[in-house]
């Protein structure tokens, strides 16, 4: 038995929390993990996974040639008889080869972790160092990517991640793909339950003393607390820190009624259907 579930989520969702999460569940050590050695797998996009499996430096490469390879680096990394966890932002495409930039064959499922739009849109904003309108900008356009500098290389290849909406349904509708949805405010409300479907929905063992002590240990005061004393690998150089608050509703005191009104007429279908917005339009 081998593939890979992959932990999709648009960026600023819950992923990395998720993360730590399923690293104390599989370690079950007396002591939370260092959050600067995450092992549950490389982030798909992370230029060195493609490098050491292609075999020469995939900078030789321009992105539409790296993408059209991207399905095989997965489909050879699932062979090696093991189940994999790895984050992915990136949506779920198909290539210029009419194949799904994650290989169907590689993949056993995927774990989707959706936040509140309204919630990710200040978070998202921090991450990429721009304002909350240029975000709303961002996270509206169906051709939005990350990592296409031609001024630098990057160490993660180009993702793209269509709108936030189009992000969702990409996976959660994908009629082949096996998919569970996690909710962020639902991780934070009734942890256990949520981390609980996630974990069954991923084939692991839901030893209830074991999935309490990882929620434990994983938990936004250890993560914010190890991020203070050692800083965190992963934070972006545009942002101050990458653990910022850890709760749901922080959109209340940091949009105005324009950029509420914004985020919902963009994104409001897809907020209704996974229950941000009342039957009127109205945020919960």
């Not at 949506?91 to 995927?110: K, M, N, Q």
């Not at 990057?154 to 909406?165: A, E, F, N």
Request: hydrophobic share 35%.
């Amino acid at each position: 038995m081998s593939g890979i579930y992959w932990l999709a989520s648009y960026p600023k969702s819950g992923n990395t929390w998720f993360r730590v999460f399923l690293q104390n569940l599989l370690e079950d050590g007396d002591r939370p993990v260092d959050i600067n050695k995450l092992a549950t797998g490389r982030l798909a996009s992370h230029r060195g996974w493609l490098d050491d499996v292609l075999g020469f430096d995939s900078a030789d490469l321009d992105a539409d040639e790296v993408e059209r390879l991207r399905p095989e680096v997965y489909r050879w990394s699932s062979r090696d008889g093991e189940i994999t966890y790895h984050k992915i932002h990136d949506a779920y495409i198909f290539t210029a080869d009419d194949e799904p930039l994650v290989s169907r064959e590689a993949t056993r499922g995927a774990l989707y972790i959706l936040r509140n739009p309204l919630d990710v849109l200040s978070s998202f904003a921090n991450h990429i160092g721009s304002s909350l309108d240029k975000a709303i900008a961002c996270m509206e356009d169906q051709q939005h990517v990350l990592c296409e500098s031609r001024k630098q290389l990057p160490d993660q290849v180009r993702q793209k991640l269509l709108s936030w909406s189009g992000h969702v349904l990409s996976w959660v509708d994908e009629p082949t793909l096996s998919c569970h949805v996690l909710r962020y405010e639902d991780m934070l409300v009734d942890p256990v339950a949520a981390f609980t479907g996630a974990v069954r929905f991923l084939g692991l063992p839901d030893d209830p003393v074991r999935i309490e002590k990882a929620i434990r240990f994983s938990d936004f005061e250890e993560l914010a607390g190890q991020e203070t004393e050692k800083s965190f690998c992963e934070q972006s150089p545009r942002a101050e820190r990458f653990f910022r608050h850890g709760k749901s509703g922080i959109w209340r005191d940091r949009l105005s009624p324009e950029q509420i009104a914004r985020i919902i007429a963009d994104h409001g279908e897809v907020m209704r259907r996974f229950g941000y917005l009342d039957a009127d339009g109205r945020p919960l």
